[in-house]
């Protein structure tokens, strides 16, 4: 059974950074797109960015990019989230995820309710103060 589990989140002021970590177990991790999303309060999940199986490519939502990086150890099985130059609308619950698929499926679905991602962590909570 596969089990994502993120730490790393907490408050910060805005301008600031975390690094979100999501360790992985029950799988076979180096088979494994993964991905960050998030939600709002009363926003719709929304895509952050995601990273190939070997790490080669990468894929950030156009709201974090050049403020973030991903990227993964496949020997510790686990990803992980840089944020920098946080800002309030950042606040959100992060989530992990998993897709089994290719990585072109994995980023031509990752924006639509049903995408390549089946397995989801709990999330941990990122909260940015002004």
């Known amino acids: 059974q596969v089990q994502l589990v993120e730490s790393g989140g907490g408050l910060v002021q805005a301008g600031g950074s975390l690094r979100l970590s999501c360790a992985a177990s029950?799988?076979?991790?180096?088979?494994?797109?993964m991905g960050w999303f998030r939600r709002a309060p009363g926003k719709e999940r929304e895509f952050v960015a995601a990273?190939?199986?070997?790490?080669?490519?990468?894929n950030f939502a156009d709201s974090v990019k050049g403020r973030s990086t991903i990227s993964r150890d496949n020997n510790k099985n686990t990803v992980f989230l840089q944020m920098n130059s946080l800002k309030p609308e950042d606040t959100a619950v992060y989530h992990c995820a998993a897709s089994r698929d290719s990585w072109g499926k994995t980023i031509a679905t990752m924006t639509r309710p049903n995408n390549a991602f089946a397995s989801w962590g709990q999330g941990t909570q990122v909260t940015v103060s002004s």
């Open positions: 990273i190939s199986r070997s790490g080669g490519f990468t």
């Open positions: 029950g799988l076979t991790f180096s088979n494994y797109v």
